[in-house]
């Protein structure tokens, strides 16, 4: 494959180069690295919006009714990221897939793309930080990154946005006395959708009160809207937030540099963790010995920890 | 701490020296490894169990309850790892912990303890393989892994189990047609809990067609046993079915050795993965870099692709 085309094709925001280029990433992540480097001098420009919540919240109705929105209202272009923990049992970003592709599809202005996970290549996280850099050199305006929000995969996702979004619902019982700490670094803007169910009052309150009890460095009140996704209702007063929110961000309070640094410095080591591996199991010898690693520590001859101790004694330099 | 004492606790199956066994591979992998290198020749012993499935299915009832037949019924040591993915919407290991503490934690030959995501340090499936070897170690008989049953790392971990239950629940519409193949090579025994429900029935045909179009290598038919864990019922099936699998792995149909050689194979890439970073990482000097390099990348001037693949290049001999 022609690196420079794809690129090209990438930054003219072609839909087929940047759908290419997404699945190199996914399948060969040495192969997209290089094509990473040269598009990355052209990221920055996106707002990247991540969007998680408990499975059944309703986030993938959300994101494509604030998609429509900012079409038709914004004449913004959109790229939504559906992360897929490829589970036996979720199987929601497909059929969610489905229905969008009904509503947005034919909209040249509109990516849409679900990541599932490749095992051994390398992890989620590590994958949809790439897609994430080639749709924002694609020059998409916004991109939304939807995780189911299970695992630490996807906190790692909605950690490297510029702005994230946590979808709750009402009458789930005590499930925002449940939410952990965890979720008030996460939100920076909270929905209630299905607000037209019994207990939203309640939620809200619950929201309120666990939220006040926490302030924020950059002085930032995380906003709770309520929302109707099916109905469309209140995906106005969410643009309004994330827009509050990006000029609260352009504002300079809040240290978004700082906040640049840390996602790059994750980012570095999750790179780092991958090529590592790569680059030794590029020695033909060495695939050689842990196969037959696996034989000995399959029949209890070696550990596998002596094994492994041994081999980045040998590999790395010191 | 003296590696030593602590290894002469576990094979004495010393609860408090276990525990901090746990502890030592969750946060500190490579003070750990030593630690496993000595307790490793001594697994092999007990029954692995990986139990999954969708959240609300009552795995942990069910977790419990058959803990308890195994303590009650056939006087056999059992130890419970439940896996959190540490998610702000999980919660549930940790209430679950709490309700089992009361029935279980007086008794000495039960072990009970969460797992949660240490970030960096290395990813969940490699911290639950470690605490299943020092369980293992210690004698328990059964090791009960139950895991919430989204994302890769959980089905990682179910995958290296000896023996892996999946649990469904029925009325969840048509949840079962939206599994993914990957479920039938997961589960050796189906659960269909909370079986006084309406629509058991529906669930059990439909798990039986899914069923009777694969057909498995070693010609086990995974079974389907229906409980209600908060009755108790269903627990004595559910446990003959355990046995007759057991019997199955030991009749030697099933090719238990290449099953083992593929998750010593797993397992040596996981571990080869992080301890190469580590490795690497223990350099004072390469982190001063990677603090600068995050400065660089954050502030554009510098891609991380390039940055990452120029230390790959140094650091690893060829």
Same mark, same amino acid.
């Given at each position: ?26 399948? $060969? ?5 290089? @094509? @990473?480097?040269? &598009? ?11 969007? #998680? ?15 429509? $929105? $900012? ?9 939504? &990221?559906? &992360? ?50 080639? @749709? ?41 006395? #449940? ?30 009160? !666990? @939220? ?24 106005? +007063? ?37 090529? !590592?591996?790569? #680059?030794?199991? +590029?020695?033909?010898?060495?695939? #050689? ?15 596998? $920890? ?13």
């Amino acid at each position: 494959m022609n690196i420079d085309s794809l690129v090209e094709g990438i930054l003219a925001r072609n839909v087929r180069s940047v759908a290419r280029a997404i699945t190199l990433a996914e399948n $060969y992540p040495h192969e997209a690295a290089e @094509l @990473l480097r040269h &598009v990355y001098p052209k990221t920055g420009k996106a707002l990247i919006i991540g969007v #998680t919540g408990a499975p059944g919240a309703g986030k993938s109705s959300l994101v494509d009714k604030l998609s429509l $929105y $900012y079409r038709k209202e914004r004449d913004l272009s959109v790229a939504i &990221v559906a &992360v897929d923990p490829s589970s036996p049992f979720s199987g929601g970003a497909i059929l969610g897939d489905r229905i969008r592709m009904q509503a947005l599809s034919l909209d040249p202005k509109t990516f849409i793309r679900s990541m599932a996970t490749r095992g051994n290549l390398g992890g989620l996280s590590r994958a949809t930080a790439d897609a994430v850099a080639i @749709l924002d050199s694609a020059s998409y305006d916004r991109i939304i990154v939807e995780t189911v929000g299970v695992g630490q995969d996807e906190v790692d996702i909605v950690k490297t946005a510029d702005l994230s979004i946590v979808v709750l619902v009402p009458g789930m019982g005590d499930d925002v006395q #449940t939410i952990k700490a965890g979720i008030m670094e996460i939100g920076d803007i909270f929905v209630i959708n299905k607000a037209d169910r019994d207990g939203v009052l309640r939620t809200e309150r619950e929201l309120e009160a !666990l @939220l006040s009890m926490t302030e924020r460095a950059d002085g930032w009140k995380p906003p709770i809207v309520k929302t109707i996704a099916i109905q469309s209702s209140g995906i106005n +007063e969410l643009e309004q937030a994330i827009e509050l929110y990006k000029q609260h961000l352009d504002s300079g309070k809040a240290n978004v540099f700082e906040r640049k640094r840390r996602v790059a410095e994750q980012r570095l080591i999750q790179l780092l963790r991958e090529r !590592l591996l790569q #680059t030794v199991l +590029e020695d033909d010898s060495l695939k #050689t010995e842990l196969d037959k690693a696996a034989i000995e520590v399959a029949a209890k001859r070696c550990d596998p $920890y002596s094994i492994v101790e041994n081999i980045c004694k040998r590999v790395i330099k010191k």
